[in-house]
């Protein structure tokens, strides 16, 4: 093999170990294998929490990812990597904090600091959705909000990291809030409802079960007017009647349920008045019109109304047929 051929083939096997060795530095040391103490690392804590005192961020920095980094299975391994993301967070650094908390979380479940992770990421999630976490734009010119992919990305990992908990319904209560914030309504409507029925048991649950009937209803206002949508905001006011009955919110939803009955025959009347002004189809009409009178206990007015045009209909119809 001459000199460039060898060179070559170096590259391609050591290449892939060498990738393979920096994808697995963070990962999950195997269980028992965490020694009692290490030193070095022990030294490495002392500088770094020297150097804390000293307001010195690049020593302690220094030292704290030399620990994480070749320290791994150190007893203090948890607790540099908590230092570390504290640090990045003090100094604006959020997106580094967050992977760091991230790590703990992942990398260290058996530690007393796993849930102070947890808790600040979900911390930070929160105030970057409430806009109290800013950035700086334009080297500093000015602080903008969060980027709402990165809110959303960050709150979701939370919901990941704590299944099931109540940590984690918090999160998702976050979250749905949020997308109804940044008027993404629809998808607020899925996370609420994901919400309610993933944390039945949560604090949370019947306030989302009752969003998911007030936002399908609310979408009549914005410009879609789609039936489906209000038997969809009927069905999610009955739900948490059956539900949560003895919640305090029970009267709301019982008069959601019957404000959608009545918008709901509502919208057969505009129907039928289309197809007998407009359309000139009296049939279609006569049923649209004989149905809104057929509910005349969730609609007085429209099937009062609805008897007024119906005749109307008929008389249209008698006329066309001669």
Known sequence: MNKRAYIVWSVAVVAPLLTQCSQEMDELPPAGLVRVSEPE???????????????????????????????????????????????????????????????????????????????????????????????????????????????????????????????????????????????????????????????????????????????????RTRGDRNPANLRNAQEAYEDFCLRFPNHAGVGEAKAGVQSMRGLLVQQQLDVGRYYLERAHEYESAIFCFRDVIRQKADNPAAAEEAAALLQQAEAAKKAAAL
Not at 42 to 49: P, T
Not at 68 to 97: I, K, S, W
Not at 128 to 156: H, I, N, Y
Not at 171 to 187: G, N, T
Request: aromatic fraction near 10%.
């Open 41 to 219: 690392a022990e030294l490495l804590m002392q500088r770094a929490k020297a150097a804390m005192k000293e307001n010195d961020w690049s020593e302690a920095r220094h030292c704290l990812k030399k620990i994480v980094r070749q320290h791994r299975l150190a007893p203090n391994a948890a607790e540099a990597r908590l230092m570390l993301a504290d640090g990045f967070r003090q100094r604006g650094e959020y997106r580094d904090a967050f992977k760091e908390y991230d790590k703990v979380v992942k990398n260290h479940q058996n530690s007393p600091l796993y849930e102070q992770a947890l808790n600040r990421q979900l911390s930070m999630a929160t105030e970057a959705a409430t806009g109290k976490l800013k950035t700086p734009v334009f080297w500093g010119a000015w602080e903008a909000e969060m980027d709402s992919s990165v809110v959303e990305e960050w709150l979701r990992q939370v919901i990941a990291n704590a299944p099931y908990n109540e940590m984690s319904a918090t999160a998702a209560s976050v979250l749905a809030k949020y997308l109804v914030d940044i008027d993404r309504p629809y998808e607020a409507i899925g996370a609420y409802s994901e919400l309610a029925q993933k944390y039945p048991d949560s604090k949370y649950a019947p306030g989302a079960q009752l969003m998911v009937g007030k936002l399908w209803a609310q979408s």
